[in-house]
């Protein structure tokens, strides 16, 4: 809806817009783009809504508009060609095709003079060259369609530690050992990769992973990329030390990192990641949440046109309002004349750590704390005054289940049942709300639901609702997961027999992505949820199906494992010894609880307070008492009492990962 006002005559993608560009011959304009988009906006106040431009799209094109939050498959193929024609990507992605969707020119942001060049020459060319310009499109076509060759089993390769290690090795040499994530000028969080690697250094007792890991999350937690007010992270750092952010905040981002510094509080017990997950949380219920319980997709960079302006400082602006703690606040803050932003704005980040801070500044630990209370709460209260970004309402599936994964980790690692109750609320609200006639949707807005859905809202959504099964012991989380799996199974199968299309209808090209983006590649999810079905029905075929589709993509991870890394961590658990800890009795919610709190890498952990027939289950329950049963290869250990017998049944199997916490 953000751009209906324009003088441009935007359509909605559909075939009848295409049929429409067939029967006027005309050419058609793709602008792709999403709501929190800054030089989206630009690129709209500076062209759409210009009227001699108006006038040329409207005259010599059928110009058609897509948000990318709503068509990812849209995005993810023109964004491939885009990247084969200029060795990039990136938003505003504005392309023209022809009538049969396929490109000729694809870009990113123009000026208004240069899109109006633009537009003028591709309208002459069509006119008098259509052969050739056909000739290109079917050429870039054929080489789009290369680039998502769909996988093969002779590609198979047996995974095995050592093919693992060679893959994160590999990656090893991208890592920025100072200020943490990978080398570049921009820098993504990117949490399913840090994630995976979590787990790695402790399969493998390895201090340089988890030393990277934790650094990365150091300096993320310090800089700007994190709202040092408010909460939450924003999207990318516009430099290499996390100094200086784009100032939109993602749903995917901070639902992953809820989970991420979740798990890396279980493991080495740091306060500060608790402390910046509970801030997350507040943001999002306070900014990102609908009456509901839904969760909107994104907060805008922008306020009033202006990008960043809602969340900088003047100087002047921060002596008034903090007073005789200035000094101490800038120190901590990093508010030095050369740290200046841009426009005399400073962006909060914090580079001295909190042991040196209060040996120079004398102060105690109570004082400090006391301070940091005061000042966020000051510099809050005054930001509120601001005219906020304006943010994009859509409830996106498959970002809420990662949101609903999160907050089961929150759960776990902290104990504390408002994630819990949280997590089950968004659950709630997309089986009422994100569902259209028993079929998922991928995005609801309260005047509309969208009726595109893709693989990874089926995926995503299954692997929380089993998250939900492990931390509730409610089976209809369980069957939920089972039958979106058969659902998704059957309406995105492909002719690879192994993996899944992204969208069920048809598309130029319909493409199987198989590498994780700024969230994880859905048919990995799939196969991450085929392996932890599999281990706890016995599911013997969808054990196989896991294992058949990673090991189609073992070269893939040993060379780039950056792009790879929901694929890691399927591999470390099909490589590395994989545990089932099993809890059954009327009690198990208190042992599963002090069961959860550990860091227990490659381990299903499932309990029951019911008779059942599911496998892992099955024979094992007592009215009287309850048990844990540790399991590893088929092979089993005696039940035993209390979660100190467990871990050392562990341990007897050859499991080191207590040997890394709290290191």
Known sequence: MQH??????????????????????????????????????????????????????????????????ERPDLDMVYQTALQLVNGTGGWPMNAILMPNGSPVYLGTYHEKEEWKAVLSKFSEEYTKNPEKMKEYAAMLASGVQEVYEQPTKQMANVVTADKVKVGINEWSKLWDVEWGGNLGQQKFILPSNLNMLLDFSVLEQDSAARNHVLNTLEKVTHGGIYDHVDGGFFRYSTDDTWKVPHFEKMLYDNAQLVNLLSKAYKLTGNIEYKAKVEETFKFLRREMRNDGGGYFSAMDAD?????????????????????????????????????????????LNN???????????????????????????????????????????????SWNALLIDGLVEAYKAFGEKKYLSEAIAIFNYLNANNFKNGDLVHSYTTDSKQKDVFLEDYAFLAKS??????????????????????????????????????????LVPKIINTSDGVVPSANAVMAQNFFKIGHLEYNKPYLKKANSMGAILVSDFENQAISYGTWGSLFLQQTYPFYEVVVVGNTSENLMAELNATYLANTILVGSKVSSNISLFKDRFDDEETFIYVCQNNTCKLPVKTVKEAFGQMESFGYEGFNSVYQ
């Not at 006038?55 to 508009?65: A, E, G, H, R, Y």
């Not at 369980?478 to 690879?496: G, I, P, R």
């Open 465 to 506: 609702a089993f998250g939900l099964f492990e931390v509730t012991l409610d089976t209809i989380y369980l069957n939920t997961s089972k039958n979106l799996m058969n659902a998704a199974m059957e309406k995105y199968k492909s002719d690879s027999e192994l993996y899944y299309y992204n969208i069920s209808t048809e």
């Open 303 to 347: 306020t009033n046109g202006e990008e960043g302006v809602y969340y900088v400082w003047k100087k002047e602006e921060l002596n008034t309002l903090l007073e005789n703690d200035i000094e101490l606040f800038s120190k901590f803050y990093n508010i030095q004349d050369h740290e200046v932003w841009e426009d005399g704005n400073f962006v």
């Open 351 to 397: 580079t001295i750590s909190k042991q040196d801070f209060l040996k120079e500044t004398l102060l105690s630990e109570e004082e400090f704390n006391k301070k940091i209370e005061i000042w966020k709460s000051t510099l809050f209260q005054a930001r509120e005054k601001r005219d906020k970004p304006t943010k994009d309402f859509k409830v996106l599936t």
């Open 4 to 69: 209906a006002h324009n003088p441009v005559n935007w359509k909605p993608w559909s075939n009848d817009a295409f049929k429409k560009a067939s029967t006027e011959n005309k050419l058609v304009v793709l602008s792709v783009g999403y709501s929190t988009c800054h030089w989206c906006h630009v690129m709209e106040e500076e062209s759409f809504e210009d009227v001699e431009v108006a006038s040329l799209m409207n005259d010599k094109f059928i110009s058609i508009k897509v948000d990318r939050e």
